[in-house]
């Protein structure tokens, strides 16, 4: 197993906990720091996992929903339904919490200093192989590299830079605890909470449209565009610079394909989407939770390796285009309030229009008010054995096709 992050060292866990032998070859962490947010529903995840309990001691910051000056100067407060909450995260610490929480299940880890080498690509033997590699290097994709199965979106890219910003007093915003973000004319800008009243701020720029193109410092950058923001050029006003910017690449990405005969590109290593979404690190985490059980079901029932390895696909594809249709109406929606190229070419026409779900819920309201409901099948409708996940399996049950 390539890669410690969320994705590695959730799937290596299980594996282990499983009766697998797990090897887990990853590198030590970078200076830069990145706090991400994770929402409520990762707790299903961190359940699966076995970790909740070391995630609850970890101390994260415990967030109530996000703020949002979203092609708009006024605020939309969005609170997490029911009164749950999330966490906002130090994503050294999530690793290094995940990574002890994987050794503890027996989980063989080495970790090396500098970059990781690309595994083997010795073409597989006649037998059906009994060990699999899981690459979750994120943005490094290792094997994704080497199979050359990494394709980037046509637009432009896009660079994060990111800052650590920290207050003696409390910020001042609707809840403190909130994600924050807010469209402006040449990017968009988000800001996470961490301990001790620090906050991560950052800037989503494209790096041929900005100071970076022209050889300016990140620094110098990263500056001039958070003056050119409306909100978060007050919230720093009185804030002390503490460290950065870091720069990471924010471009989105795909693979052609996620998995092989005795290989899988999980979590970041196979898609990243786009930051809007607040989704990454639960996207990582699930995929390892898919990917365990995909090559657990590949090394105990070798009859169902093809069908294992279609699913992680289907299931890795879907999953992906989902999150690019939801960035698509995002960066949509705020394009007319910024006339900027930034926007203009990252707003997909008819991307509003796109919403499966419209009529979906129209169907659903009229069934509601309907008096009487009388059901048939369509002659069309028929039941055939479908792979679906059952435990910690990938097996065929009857589904409606």
């Not at 101390?59 to 609170?79: I, Q």
């Not at 929480?101 to 009994?130: F, K, M, N």
Request: proline share 7%; charged share 25%; glycine share 8%.
């Amino acid at each position: 197993m390539l890669g410690g992050g969320p994705a590695g060292s959730g799937a290596g866990r299980l594996l282990a906990t499983w009766g697998h032998a797990v090897r887990l070859v990853t590198r030590a962490p970078a200076d830069a720091r990145l706090a991400v947010s994770l929402p409520p529903s990762c707790h299903k995840l961190f359940d699966a996992i076995g970790v909740r309990d070391a995630i609850e001691r970890a101390g994260f910051v415990r967030s109530t929903g996000h703020t949002v000056w979203w092609g708009s100067r006024d605020p939309r407060v969005e609170m997490f339904a029911g009164g749950a909450r999330g966490w906002q995260a130090d994503t050294h610490v999530l690793e290094a919490v995940m990574l002890e929480q994987a050794a503890a299940a027996g989980v063989t880890i080495e970790s090396r200093g500098g970059s990781l080498d690309p595994p083997s690509l010795d073409p597989p033997s006649s037998d059906p192989p009994v060990s699999f590699t899981l690459d979750c290097t994120g943005r490094s994709g290792l094997l994704a590299r080497a199979k050359a199965l990494r394709t980037y979106d046509d637009g432009p890219r896009t660079i994060a830079l990111v800052a650590s910003w920290r207050r003696d007093s409390p910020w001042p915003v609707p809840d403190d605890t909130h994600t924050l973000i807010e469209s402006y004319q040449s990017g968009w800008a988000w800001s996470v909470p961490v301990a001790g009243g620090t906050r991560h701020v950052a800037v989503m720029v494209d790096p041929q449209r900005s100071g970076l193109a022209r050889g300016s410092s990140a620094r110098e950058v990263y500056l001039a565009e958070i003056a050119k923001t409306s909100v978060f050029a007050g919230l720093i006003r009185d804030a002390a610079f503490a460290d950065g910017p870091w720069g990471w690449d924010a471009s989105t990405y795909r693979a052609d394909r996620y998995a092989g005969d005795d290989w899988l590109l999980v979590g970041d290593a196979g898609s990243f989407i786009d930051p809007l979404s607040s989704a990454g690190v639960k996207k990582a985490l699930a995929s390892g939770w898919l990917a365990a059980i995909v090559t657990h079901t590949c090394l105990v029932r070798p009859e169902m390796r093809r069908h294992a390895l279609d699913f992680f696909t289907a299931r890795e594809t879907e999953i992906e285009a989902a999150h690019a249709k939801a960035s698509r109406r995002f960066l949509a929606a705020a394009a007319p309030s910024h006339a900027h190229p930034f926007w203009s070419e990252r707003a997909e026409e008819g991307a509003l229009d796109d919403d499966e779900t419209t009529p979906l819920r129209a169907a659903f309201e009229q069934l509601r008010q309907a008096p009487s409901v009388n059901f048939r099948a369509d002659p069309a409708l028929r039941v055939e054995p479908r792979a679906a996940v059952s435990g910690r399996e990938v097996v065929l049950e009857p589904r409606i096709v």
